[in-house]
């Protein structure tokens, strides 16, 4: 309520009072009669003040509209004369000055051009004269002029197209709305509503204060002080509760303050902001299904589903000599001329090594160097982002020697609880050893198997290389010894313990400042000479914002100081700027990581304890042995393909269940919200792919899932891309060219609905009733026509709406699932037009697309191009309208037919 | 039904009649057995001003008010589809301001006649279902909205016969939209309400351009590129029953539900959220024994007054310029006893017509002393 305006406007109207009532204030617990008597008065001040005001507006808006007539008369002047008054050419005005000045009606007849006095119908044929204040009305009656017949379109309501369901949004629901509906014949009233109470108790959540309640509630309690009498007594008057009285009064208080005290609060700063509220928007808005903001379909504030794997960051493809602009790191370093090259050319021996894969080595000494910087930074972030998680385990000293666990100490850190950050973190960190994961996948031979399994031990392997090139790169020590992936296995001793940060926030900041012991201090000063003096300094000038910000930039594209300067920093931070503080900041934790490891391990287990679970990992590690021997996923597959089939067939009748992906960070146990909701794990869920509950997808390659051999197409779902290992489709106009690997050249035909593949359908006048759709070109069998899209509505509201469309005798209701009906009455696409048939030529199916149920109109037989559609909508036999029993001949009437239904019909695939 | 808070509350006019004017019937005609459902003066050109044309059944007819009190035909149209019934008509211009005639009905079908020529100008297809108000836009008469029983209102060209746009979809009505009306100076801005109980005030500023365009159409009208507009600019909940007739008054909206009164209350827009502001009811007109839907009033040319009949026959004519509303008349015969289903008032309020349900129409003048 307009806050800003009450307490200026009410306090002129409340300067007599304030300096009688001042006193009153002191008196203890006025009596209710009091109260009342104060009220009162306050009422009647409100009444007249707002009489006054309305008094002026109308006043206001008189005067206003008294220009307005006018300047309407000119108009309807200028009109009357600019046209051929006086030729008399104009019909209507010549029948004017004819039609004579009395009141008999026969004279009127005079004044038209028909001879005749036949009446169409309806009319009594004689005219009869006008008695003034007479019983008997003036008859008035001559031929009228035909208006040719025009043919009426088919009764239908305005609907908005939907090229995908949409979730109803509240003001669509009819649910606790009294709904009147009017017969179209009798008049008689029918009310669509439960109770009564049912609408007044939403009316009720609504109400806010008003000014004038406002104002009440301030002078009275400004007169009389605040005790619970008044209080009661207010609350009686203005029909609330005291304590909701109370509440507001106490906001009024402070917004009087505010407003006495001036504008103290400065608008913040856009940079003052941290990164956990802006992110808190796009958790809340960003669909993670659909990958837009504000999803129809999913609505916001969906669960977060963090999943237990995560994707490799985006590397763009590099171009060693392309600078981002004149502030690029780059274009710095080369004036420089900083001698790091004697690290490198050590490094790059190293790294190439231990991976044995790694394409860097392959490539000048330039791009060798650029990586060499990345990598270490890579474990330094993810080193700096630990570090507080490690230090408030309070055992600081990393004598681990098993990764075991170092991992699990570290998750009990992250169990510990560091509220909202704590997610942040592990995202974080998740992200950015799933990145180097990726990379070393990317690495590797093309042929590589795309199963996560199979290449984890490569990337644990790469792990561990790269913090060997961290290390060696940063301790100068030669750096052959640590090139052995394989050591991890041996217990190393710890000789330093270097996490000794205290302030779990401050994560930057705090590596930056920390005081460090000797031996590691001096590897900082020398780094920092080598490639960042002044580093230091130059970190307290980044802004909270900007630092998560920059993380942000780690997690999406790697070390990549061009790519986060020009995307997340633009404007805020240059190339160079960003270079600095990433190697200034990757020095600091890298050294904790040397420390803290003996040349490989540890630093390593810095990181896999920084994961949000260490069974994850530990689950991974297993099944990377698993994954060696390929041929395990056909198992796998048809395994999984079983238990899907058993579920559709034993529940052949029942409805689908609605899909919610679970937030499982290991696979799924009993206590699994799919398991338990008796669907598939999808690829949304939180758990890893190796999922038990996880659907597997299919194998399929010749047959190119097009029966019920694919274990997609036999549990009724569509194939994914990202889940099925053979199903790919021809992009677009195949420029794109097709998966060399995948080969075989048979593309995947269970993917229409989700590629939008759809038949052109056209609107038109239906040979049986009302509207039909109708199909533009020829299909063959099984052919996929259409998607019959609406709103997803509950089955309570469905069932609320079905009263409503069986009165008007058509109904677009459809059932989806256990949870919803898909509703195509207001929304929807034209296949919601195709009538019902018993003999018809199409099937509607209820199929899950990526996570989502969708209903598929296919073609039951050959349909020739321009024949009409129709399916069979399989309404429950003692709930179907009379149309569409089946005993019935003459098939689908979907309109004319006006024999009342009875329950909710519904349409079923 | 909706709870006035402190200090909110509006004026209620009291139904004790001032008779500062008084009325008297002069005439009485029997059109036919079919219910009238629309009567409505000439407002757009000064010469027809004593012209008035009526709807019901499948006909339309023109008359002529004349100074003593008779009443003399013009002109009659009459579907040939014994089907139609015609709820409502308006009149418009065409671009050389010659007078036309719209009406639309029960078919959906809206009719234009070119009353000079006594014949059909277009018939405008479109709205899939009955047609329940056409009114004109008075700063550019070829341009007529029309409120449809499928949920949507229209905004046609009658020169051209092109729908332009259409005011329907996600924020559009939710249920039956039983009245329009454009608002006096914004040639943007009109209001619709119907039987989801809102009313909605729309804006086509945007879309400007497509108005303008449809003046120069040649093609086919059914190839323009009509655009859908689906969210209003407010949508106000003033009412908690069927709204069946909303007119403008300044920027004030004047609004009948079928609980008994009209109020007037003010739409207040938020310039920088659309779709958002709140609405101050500022007056009651309260109008006895009118709880049927389908009943509409009507102002006088100067807006000093407004006339709105009942379900038995009475009209009450409401003094616009007062604050508190004041009753000027009650009027009643004691053969009167139908539905009033409309009222025309002439340019300058002295003479009030009442189109009846069954078939009748009452003229009543003003008694000058």
């Known amino acids: 309520m307009a806050s800003g305006a009450s307490p200026s406007s009410s306090a002129t109207r409340s300067d007599p009072h304030k300096d009688t009532t001042t006193s009153q204030a002191e008196k203890r617990a006025p009596g209710s009669k009091e109260v009342a008597a104060v009220i009162d008065s306050l009422k009647k001040k409100l009444a007249a003040d707002r009489c006054i005001s309305i008094k002026k507006r109308i006043d206001e808006n008189k005067k206003n509209l008294r220009g307005v007539t006018q300047s309407f008369m000119r108009s309807c002047v200028e009109r009357g004369g600019g046209s051929s008054y006086k030729d008399g050419s104009d019909l209507l005005v010549k029948m004017q000055r004819d039609s004579p000045g009395t009141k008999s009606g026969s004279d009127a007849d005079k004044s038209n051009n028909h001879s005749s006095f036949l009446e169409d119908g309806n009319n009594v044929s004689s005219t009869s004269t006008a008695v003034q204040g007479s019983s008997v009305p003036v008859k ?25 369901n949409q979730r109803m949004t509240e003001d669509q629901s009819v649910v606790g709305r009294r709904r009147i509906y009017y017969d179209q014949t009798g008049g008689e009233a029918l009310i669509c509503s439960d109770s009564e109470e049912e609408a007044i108790d939403e009316e009720d959540e609504k109400r806010g204060f008003v000014e004038p309640e406002d104002f009440i509630i301030r002078m009275t309690l400004d007169q009389l002080g605040l005790s619970d009498s008044v209080l009661e007594e207010l609350a009686n008057f203005l029909s609330r ?3 909701e009285i109370k ?12 407003s006495e005290s001036g504008d103290n609060q400065a608008a913040s700063s856009l940079l003052n902001k941290d990164m956990d509220g802006a992110l808190d928007s796009f958790d809340n808005l960003f669909c993670r299904r659909c990958l837009v903001f504000d999803c129809r379909l999913h609505g916001c504030s969906q669960d977060l589903i963090f999943p237990a794997e995560k994707p490799a960051p985006w590397t763009p493809p590099v171009d060693e000599n392309l600078t981002c602009g004149a502030n690029c790191y780059k274009t710095l370093l080369k004036s420089n001329r900083i001698p790091v090259n004697g690290t490198i050319e050590d490094k790059t021996g190293t790294s190439s090594n231990g991976a044995g894969t790694k394409t860097t080595s392959k490539f000048s000494g330039k791009l060798n160097r650029k990586k060499s910087k990345t990598f270490p930074s890579e474990s330094a972030s993810s080193n700096e982002k630990c570090t507080p998680e490690t230090s408030d385990s309070e055992n600081g000293v990393q004598q681990d020697t098993n990764p075991e666990k170092v991992s699990s100490s570290s998750k ?30 990317k690495s590797e031979a093309s042929d590589t198997d795309s199963i996560a399994t199979g290449s984890r031990s490569a990337s644990d392997v790469k792990l561990k290389d790269n913090e060997d090139a961290t290390s060696s790169s940063q301790k100068h020590v030669k750096s052959g010894s640590s090139k052995n992936s394989r050591k991890n296995d041996t217990p190393v001793e710890d000789s330093k313990n270097s996490v000794k940060s205290d302030d779990p926030v401050s994560q930057l900041n705090a590596v930056a400042s920390e005081p460090c012991s000797d031996g590691s201090l001096r ?19 980044w802004k909270p914002l900007e630092k998560s910000l920059f993380q942000k930039g780690v997690e999406i594209f790697g070390m990549n100081s061009c790519m986060i300067a020009r995307n997340l920093l633009c404007g805020l931070k240059s190339c160079w700027e960003v270079f600095q503080y990433m190697t200034c900041s990757e020095n600091k934790a890298s050294f904790f990581g040397c420390d803290a490891l003996n040349p490989d391990g540890s630093s390593k287990f810095d990181i896999n304890g920084n994961m949000t679970n260490n069974q994850v990992r530990r689950r991974s590690r297993f099944l990377r042995r698993r994954g060696k021997v390929r041929r395990l996923k056909y198992t796998w597959k048809s395994a999984a393909y079983h238990s899907i089939r058993k579920k559709s067939t ?4 029942q409805p689908c269940r ?22 598939c794990c999808e690829k949304y869920c939180g758990c890893p792919k190796s999922c038990k509950n996880r659907f597997r997808g299919c194998h399929c390659a010749k047959s190119q899932c097009r029966s019920r051999q694919c274990p997609c ?6 194939c994914d891309p990202d889940v099925c290992r053979n199903c790919w489709v021809i992009g677009g106009d195949g420029t794109l060219g097709v998966p060399s690997q995948r080969g075989d050249n048979y593309e995947c035909r269970n993917m229409k609905l989700l590629l939008k593949q759809q038949q052109r359908v056209l609107l038109g006048i239906s040979d049986v009733s009302g509207w039909g759709a109708f199909l533009k070109n020829s299909v063959s069998k099984h052919e996929y026509l259409g998607e019959y899209t609406g709103e997803l509505i509950s089955h309570k509201e469905a069932d609320k709406r079905g009263k409503i469309y069986d009165r008007e005798n058509s109904s677009f209701l459809f059932n989806l699932n256990d949870q919803f009906v898909l509703d195509a009455y207001r929304k929807g696409d034209k296949l919601k037009f195709a009538n019902h048939s018993p003999e018809p030529n199409c099937y509607a199916k209820v199929i899950m697309v990526a996570g989502d149920h969708r209903v598929g109109i296919f073609a039951k037989e050959r349909i020739l191009a321009g024949e009409e559609l129709f399916y069979d909508y399989r309404y429950e036999p003692d709930r179907a309208p009379a149309w569409a029993r089946k005993p019935e001949a003459s098939g689908s009437k979907k309109d004319e037919n006006v024999t009342p239904s009875v329950g909710r019909p519904k349409k079923v695939a | 039904m909706s709870r006035i808070t402190v200090g909110n509350e509006s004026l209620v006019g009291s139904l004790t009649p001032s008779n500062k004017k008084s009325y008297k019937v002069t005439n009485r005609i029997q059109e036919g057995k079919k219910p009238l459902y629309a009567v409505v003066f000439n407002f757009l050109d000064s010469r027809f001003f004593n012209v008035f044309v009526t709807a019901g059944g499948n006909r339309i007819t023109l008359y002529n008010c004349l100074e003593d009190g008779a009443i003399s035909a013009l002109q009659s149209y009459a579907d040939e589809d014994k089907e139609e019934s015609f709820y409502t008509v308006s009149w418009a211009c065409g671009v050389k301001n010659n007078p036309f005639v719209a009406a639309g009905g029960v078919k959906g079908i809206i009719r234009v006649i070119d009353v000079n020529n006594e014949k059909i100008h277009k018939s405008l297809v479109g709205h899939g279902d009955s047609v329940n108000e056409i009114r004109t836009q008075p700063l550019k008469p070829q341009l007529v909205i029309t409120a449809s029983k499928d949920e949507s209102v229209r905004l046609w060209n009658v020169e051209t016969g092109i729908c332009i746009l259409i005011f329907a979809g996600a924020g559009g009505h939710r249920y039956e939209v039983l009245s329009v009306d454009f608002h006096p100076t914004e040639i943007f801005r009109f209001a619709s309400c119907g039987m989801d109980t809102t009313i909605k005030i729309w804006s086509m500023k945007e879309f400007w351009t497509y108005v303008e365009k449809s003046y120069t159409w040649t093609d086919d009208p059914s190839k323009f590129p009509t655009k859908f507009v689906q969210f209003p600019v407010f949508t106000a909940s003033v009412h908690t029953n069927y709204v069946d007739c909303n007119r403008w008054f300044g920027d004030f909206i004047l609004s009948k539900s079928v609980d008994n009164e009209i109020l007037l209350w003010e739409p207040q827009l938020k310039e920088n959220s659309p779709g958002e502001g709140t609405s101050d009811v500022l007056q009651r007109y309260p109008v006895p024994m009118s709880d049927i839907w389908f009943i509409k009033f009507s102002y006088d040319f100067h807006l000093s007054s407004l006339a709105i009949g009942n379900q038995e026959g009475k009209i009450f004519v409401w003094d616009l310029k007062s604050c508190p509303p004041v009753l000027v008349t009650k009027l009643s015969h004691n053969q009167s006893k139908c539905v009033i289903r409309q009222t025309a008032m002439s340019v300058d309020g002295s003479t009030i017509l009442a189109a009846c349900e069954d078939g009748t129409i009452w003229r009543w003048d003003v008694i000058t002393k």
């Open chain 1, 523 to 541: 590897k900082d000063e020398f780094v920092g000479e080598n490639v960042c003096p002044g580093g230091l300094s130059e970190d307290k000038s």
């Open chain 1, 247 to 258: 509440a507001r009064y106490e906001v009024l208080m402070k917004e009087k303050e505010v």
């Open chain 1, 713 to 718: 197409f036999a549990a009724d779902r569509e």
């Open chain 1, 650 to 653: 034993d529940k052949k009748d």
């Open chain 1, 140 to 164: 008035i009656s001559f031929r009228p002029i035909k208006m040719p017949d025009v043919k009426r379109l088919s009764p239908y309501t305005t609907w908005v197209f939907l090229d995908r």
């Open chain 1, 241 to 243: 509760n005291s304590s």
């Open chain 1, 412 to 441: 009990v850190k992250a169990s510990g609880g560091r509220g909202g950050r704590k997610r942040n973190n592990n995202r974080v960190a998740e992200r950015v050893s799933r990145r180097t994961q990726k990379r070393q996948k």
């Open chain 1, 658 to 679: 609605q899909f919610n992906p679970c937030n499982c960070k290991t696979a799924c146990g009993k206590e699994c919200t799919c398991l338990l909701n008796g669907t």
